[in-house]
DNA sequence: CGGGGTGTATTAGTTGACATATGCACTAAT
DNA sequence: ATTAGTGCATATGTCAACTAATACACCCCG
């Protein structure tokens, strides 16, 4: 149950919440109906604003990932896995959207723009080194 | 060769136009030697200024797909094939790399995350009608 | 050489996202 | 009722991205 928060990486720090909520959710160390951290209790170790860790929590709640109890700590929202599951699709989905159409502007064939993912999803090493361009 | 503008749709206006030089690069009404419109002949009519059309073009210099002589209109590098579609597949890689994050986040499947991406570059963009949440 | 064409360096103004500071409403236990 | 624990609404500060305005260097043509 642990957070990490880096001020330096460009990556906003309520999206980094975001995000390490949703992981602890995905791996099962936090379950639908358990507590989180306090804001409080989690914004004094990581030396950050607490309404920057409201920040993060109203916007899972918006994503029905959290429930909001007044005066109580937030906990994680019942989902059943089918629904959890289309929502994870949704999400990739809306990701992938843009790619496909830039994939077809720039000519590619479906096969390639296919296997060039497939590439990235097997643990996207090294295979590809010679970039010049595309600063 | 017609470009166009929308000042409302939330992209800088120097990436759409980076978008639609390379589009008509890619289509064939660019080919590699012919000159680009003039900074000031495309600004006038799109109602920009023209710094924002030279940053466009400046980008594009920068990543060898236009080049520069001092004092002349502005041309679209000769690139061969190879070169082209190398960069074509770089562009399209970096687009892709934060999916497959995401997708390996997410506990999707390989396999699961790959046809749902190749669902999306035949077209069919809109099947599912599902989607409760994510903003 | 002078005029009108190219692109550009420098500077400034505007906007929006991000993080923060303060104070409040709510709940539970004493 | 008091106190200490929740989360939250509002206003303020900060900073980077985007766009624009001005003035300049260069090239061609007459």
Redesign the pocket.
């Known amino acids: 149950m642990n957070f990490f928060v880096d001020?330096h990486s460009g990556v906003?720090?309520?999206?980094q919440l975001m995000d390490q909520v949703k992981l602890h959710i995905a791996s099962g160390a936090l379950r639908p109906g358990d507590e989180?951290?306090?804001?409080?209790?989690l914004a004094a170790p990581l030396?950050?604003?607490?309404?920057?860790i409201?920040?993060a929590?109203?916007l899972l709640?918006r994503e029905n990932v959290l429930e909001?109890?007044?005066?109580?700590?937030?906990v994680v929202a019942e989902m059943d896995p089918g629904t959890l599951r289309r929502s994870r699709r949704a999400q990739l989905r809306e990701g992938l959207k843009p790619m496909a159409s830039l994939s077809k502007q720039l000519g590619l064939g479906e096969d390639e723009a296919v296997q060039l993912f497939r590439e990235l999803l097997r643990g996207e090493a090294g295979s590809v080194s010679k970039n010049e361009d595309e600063s």
Request: aromatic share 6%; proline share 17%; charged share 15%.
């Open positions: 001020s906003p720090i309520f999206r989180l951290p306090s804001i409080r209790s030396g950050v604003n607490p309404m920057t409201s920040k929590y109203n709640v909001r109890r007044p005066g109580l700590p937030l």
